[in-house]
């Protein structure tokens, strides 16, 4: 069973930056692409950022895009999404999650095991 555990979320004020960790338990987050996605309150889970096991393809949404950036330390096994030039757009609910396979994706259905989530929260 793999699980995954957020934390670096908090309360910022615009502009300003956080950096989240995603921990992986288990053998099984080698060898898979891991993601970021959001929840804000009243809307769908969306995707955020995504990297493949090796960190050579990396995809971002739009909104974060040259904002966010997102890494990972496989001997860790962990994934790190840094947010800077926080906007209070931003706030929601961030949850981490190992794909099906070694690529990136961008589609929830392509992940299957997912973290409890973290709080992020932007102050205008």
């Known amino acids: 069973q793999v699980q995954l555990v957020e934390s670096g979320g908090g309360l910022v004020q615009a502009g300003g930056s956080l950096r989240l960790s995603c921990a992986a338990s288990?053998?099984?987050?080698?060898?898979?692409?891991m993601g970021w996605f959001r929840q804000a309150p009243g809307k769908e889970r969306e995707f955020v950022s995504a990297?493949?096991?090796?960190?050579?393809?990396?995809y971002y949404a739009d909104s974060v895009k040259g904002r966010f950036t997102i890494s990972r330390d496989n001997a860790k096994n962990t994934v790190y999404l840094q947010l800077n030039n926080l906007k209070p757009e931003d706030t929601a609910v961030y949850y981490c999650?190992?794909?099906?396979?070694?690529?990136?994706?961008?589609?929830?259905?392509?992940?299957?095991?997912w973290g409890q989530g973290t709080q992020v929260t932007v102050s205008s």
């Open positions: 999650a190992r794909g099906r396979s070694t690529f990136a994706r961008v589609s929830l259905r392509e992940y299957e095991y």
């Open positions: 288990g053998r099984l987050f080698s060898g898979h692409g």
């Open positions: 990297i493949s096991w090796s960190g050579s393809t990396i």
